[in-house]
């Protein structure tokens, strides 16, 4: 392999090294302009878009021993890496390529395994790390709340008795 390919291929498998995933997106028809926008817009969760050549990032997916994704790498492709939160991330380019009525989601890796477009609603169902975090923290903070209503019960119905007993009293010495 020529040192240029193998530069860009070292390159490409960085973006793969740094990340859990790799989101396959078409960009075809998208200025200069919208392809700024929307890394402006993945930027804040810590996403990054890298516009490759698909011969390239297969060469790389094979240096690492990915499952081979080659038949998702049709058209013009560029790959997004980065960040924790790939819900957020997915719905934040699918809502992009929305509004612009341009762009499409090819696939995905995921863990090393290669998720197809017709799989991607999948992610797209998953909840953010935010609405993942606020389920556990309800689903933790439930089984709290009742031990304190049951720990407490108890010596509130003795308070009960003992306030009932002694106004019983006041009664009789009246």
Same mark, same amino acid.
């Given at each position: 392999?020529?040192?240029?390919?193998?530069? /860009?291929?070292?390159? @490409?498998?960085?973006?793969?090294?740094?990340?859990?995933?790799?989101?396959?997106?078409?960009?075809?028809? /998208?200025? @200069?302009?919208?392809?700024?926008?929307?890394?402006?817009?993945?930027?804040?969760?810590?996403?990054?878009?890298?516009?490759?050549?698909?011969?390239?990032?297969?060469?790389?997916?094979?240096?690492?021993?990915?499952?081979?994704?080659?038949?998702?790498?049709?058209?013009?492709?560029? @790959?997004?890496?980065?960040?924790?939160?790939?819900?957020?991330?997915?719905?934040?380019?699918?809502?992009?390529?929305?509004?612009?009525?341009?762009?499409?989601?090819?696939?995905?890796?995921?863990?090393?395994?290669?998720?197809?477009?017709?799989?991607?609603?999948?992610?797209?169902?998953?909840?953010?790390?935010?609405?993942?975090?606020?389920?556990?923290?309800? /689903?933790?903070?439930?089984?709290?709340?009742?031990?304190?209503?049951?720990?407490?019960?108890?010596?509130?119905?003795?308070?009960? @008795?003992?306030?009932?007993?002694?106004?019983?009293?006041?009664?009789?010495?009246?």
């Amino acid at each position: 392999m020529r040192a240029e390919k193998e530069f /860009l291929v070292n390159e @490409v498998g960085t973006y793969l090294d740094a990340s859990s995933y790799a989101l396959l997106v078409e960009y075809t028809r /998208l200025t @200069v302009a919208e392809v700024a926008d929307l890394r402006k817009r993945l930027k804040p969760l810590g996403a990054q878009f890298h516009v490759v050549k698909g011969a390239i990032l297969a060469k790389a997916g094979e240096k690492r021993s990915l499952p081979s994704f080659k038949d998702l790498l049709v058209g013009q492709i560029a @790959v997004i890496t980065g960040g924790d939160d790939v819900a957020s991330i997915v719905k934040a380019t699918e809502g992009y390529f929305k509004e612009k009525e341009k762009g499409a989601m090819k696939g995905a890796l995921l863990s090393g395994a290669v998720i197809p477009p017709e799989r991607m609603a999948e992610l797209r169902t998953l909840p953010t790390m935010a609405e993942a975090r606020a389920k556990l923290l309800a /689903l933790l903070n439930t089984p709290a709340t009742t031990l304190v209503r049951l720990i407490g019960t108890p010596s509130q119905q003795l308070v009960n @008795v003992l306030d009932a007993f002694v106004k019983k009293g006041e009664g009789t010495a009246a």
